[in-house]
């Protein structure tokens, strides 16, 4: 028994000894529970955020999204008249066609019957490489909803915009990470084309001429800019911040893939600042579709050019919440719209793409073919190759723990060893 207590005495001693082992052990092991903790709960956090969101009741993001950008429409070859061909404005006809087999699907009771949104966007450069990409804040939008984060609430918004005086043109939402990299608060002025007094975005800092606009500050645009020195100015308040689900990720177009919080933002306006306006159109047969047509005398804020242009309809599908089958879906309705499939429906024309006729015109909200859905993806990617860096990082700091254990129990094993041998 003495032996016994003099080996769990020099036990403890040795434990004392190798205090740096011990402890750097100790400290291992909390942090590797501390991280995983800390990373479950922001998944979490991170993904409950993001799924309600995106869910209906809220932003309601699309399920699928119809680009006729750089497409042919083609006839079917020995098919019946072209009902559509008496429109002559390519963006009208689109839009129609898409109303068209909306109806007859509708009609028909098919699975796959959807509704849908059209957005439209334009991108303007500023100057320090400022880029904003304009995007319509539709009031009659079911999908991708605009939500307010902070600010003017939308319902607010909403009132005035039938307003005899136009409030809602000189209202404008920006996103807000845009917004914070910029220091860019609420009821800030701000322009999105450059103008005779700078190139900044914020009126305030204009370079090129000063701008005063401290004896304003207490009152909304409305009331001062028309009857001031700057009434010929495109200029807006900023009312609010917020985000569309179909700009999870905010990228401008093509030539910028990668987000740019810094430099490249999210605007959100009123639509007849594009000159958008509603109204009806018949086909050959007398049918009359309700669609959206550009007015270019009511235009304000002009693109420099076309491609600066982006015309988009996200759809969502009535009858499914699974996203295999939206994909199934997704298809057909491209199949309708980008082949001869479209007969099946009444369709004698469709359309393909210019430079590749294997690149669909409608594709599922995440498809890789659309060129941008990583405004989608992109998030959710990040996300999971956060997380699973995170949980590399814990399996290393783990097997570190293991290592330093075993050296310090086979350390202690050998001395324990030699000791009893000695005592014994």
């Known amino acids: 028994m003495p032996g016994f207590k003099l080996l769990l005495k020099n036990n403890f001693k040795n434990t004392v000894k190798n205090k740096i082992q011990f402890v750097g052990l100790v400290i291992l092991v909390f942090l590797t529970s501390f991280i995983f903790t800390i990373i479950e709960v922001s998944k979490q ?31 079917n070859a020995n098919k019946g008249a072209d009902q559509f061909e008496n429109i002559t404005d390519s963006n009208i006809r689109q839009n129609v066609i898409l109303e ?21 966007a334009r991108t303007f450069s500023l100057g320090n490489n400022k880029i904003i990409k304009a995007v319509t804040l539709n009031h009659h939008q079911m999908i991708d909803r605009f939500i307010v984060a902070t600010g003017m609430p939308i319902d607010f918004y909403m009132q005035y915009y039938e307003s005899i005086n136009n409030e809602t043109r000189r209202w404008i939402y920006l996103t807000p990470q845009f917004a914070q990299k910029n220091n860019i608060k609420i009821n800030d002025i701000i322009r999105l084309q450059t103008d005779q007094y700078g190139t900044t975005i914020k009126v305030a800092d204009s370079e090129l001429k000063k701008v005063d606009l401290t004896s304003y500050q207490h009152q909304d645009i409305n009331k001062w800019l ?12 900023v009312v609010g911040f917020g ?14 893939p990668f987000p740019n919080m810094k430099n490249e933002g999210i605007a959100y306006v009123d639509p007849r600042l594009f000159g958008l306006v509603e109204t009806t159109v018949a086909d050959k047969t007398g049918q009359s579709y309700e669609v959206t047509a550009l007015d270019l005398a009511k235009q304000v804020l002009i693109p420099e050019s076309q ?16 996203d295999s ?12 719209l980008n082949s001869d499939k479209g007969e ?3 369709l004698n024309s469709y359309y393909v793409k210019t430079l590749s006729t294997g690149l669909p015109v409608a594709t599922f909200r995440t498809d890789k073919r659309y060129q941008f859905s990583n405004r989608i993806t992109y998030f959710t990617t990040t996300l999971s190759a956060f997380i699973s860096g995170s949980y590399i ?17 086979r350390r202690q094993a050998v001395y324990n060893k030699i000791f009893i041998w000695f005592i014994f």
């Open 226 to 237: 028309p009857s001031s020195s700057y009434k010929n100015q495109n200029w807006f308040r």
């Open 45 to 75: 956090r991170v993904e409950n955020n993001y799924n309600t969101f995106i869910s209906a009741q809220v932003s309601n993001q699309h399920d699928f999204i119809v680009n006729f950008a750089d497409t042919n429409y083609v006839k």
């Open 344 to 346: 099946y429906v009444g």
């Open 325 to 336: 089958v939206r994909s199934l879906y997704s298809q057909t309705i491209n199949n309708y």
């Open 100 to 120: 068209f087999l909306k109806q007859q699907l509708d009609n028909k009771a098919k699975s796959e019957s959807f509704y849908y949104n059209r957005v439209e």
């Open 393 to 409: 990082l814990i399996t290393i700091l783990l097997i570190i723990s293991f290592f330093v254990l075993i050296l310090v129990v």
């Open 243 to 256: 985000q569309s689900a179909d700009y999870i990720t905010p990228i401008i177009d093509a030539s910028h």
């Open 307 to 322: 491609l600066d242009r982006e015309i988009y309809y996200v759809g969502k599908f009535n009858h499914t919440n699974t």
